[in-house]
């Protein structure tokens, strides 16, 4: 990913250390970027744990007292019960 859009990454700068060239899949160009500004591409398992924790903590949020407990009662019901907000 570089500005938020997936790249392939097509050829490195002949020295090898700043410069990448890549083609973006949104506009056909190519780019030049400096690697700071690729960030690899999140898994389905990385979304997925992303989704299950954000869940959760809705779950969790209307309580005043957060514990661990709660928070294990919400990951149950999440996990087991296969609880999805409509």
Known sequence: MANGYQ???????CN???????ESEY???LYY???NE????RTPEQIAA????????EMTAGY???SDTLAA????????????KP
């Open 7 to 13: 790249v392939v990454i097509v050829a490195h700068h």
């Open 16 to 22: 090898g250390i700043h410069a990448i060239y890549a």
């Open 27 to 29: 506009d056909g160009l």
């Open 33 to 35: 970027g400096e690697p």
């Open 38 to 41: 690729f960030r690899p591409i």
């Open 50 to 57: 992303d989704e299950r924790e954000a869940a959760i903590k």
């Open 64 to 66: 005043a007292k957060n």
């Open 73 to 84: 009662w919400a990951a149950y019901v999440y996990d087991t019960l296969g609880y999805r």
